[in-house]
């Protein structure tokens, strides 16, 4: 579908062996040593127009909220370093 987003995921599993049985049939067994790399695939729609909106909304909110809170932070230590005293004469 248009817009999904598609993704494999890589992974290393165990081997698995088909192991013959004593009346003719095989059953899947896992090999105790051996690995081997196994894909796996999926798929995710994407949000509605709505719901990205709420979501884009909401980030963008907290981000400037915090970019306020740091500006008021800069601008109380800028004004307490120049109420510092640095005429006092230094070390004695």
């Known amino acids: ?39 796996a695939m999926g798929s995710q729609q994407p ?6 909106y709420e979501a884009n909304l909401a980030e963008y909110q907290r981000a400037r909220d915090a970019i ?6 800069a601008e109380e230590l800028c004004d307490r370093i120049d109420q510092i005293d640095v005429g006092g004469g230094g070390v004695e």
């Open 47 to 52: 949000l509605a127009l709505e719901e990205s």
């Open 1 to 39: 579908m248009l817009g999904d987003v598609r993704r494999a995921i890589r992974s290393i599993v165990p081997r698995w062996d088909m192991v013959r049985q004593n009346d003719g049939s095989y059953i899947y067994t896992e090999h105790v040593t051996e690995k081997v790399v196994a894909y």
């Open 68 to 73: 306020n809170y740091f500006i008021s932070l």
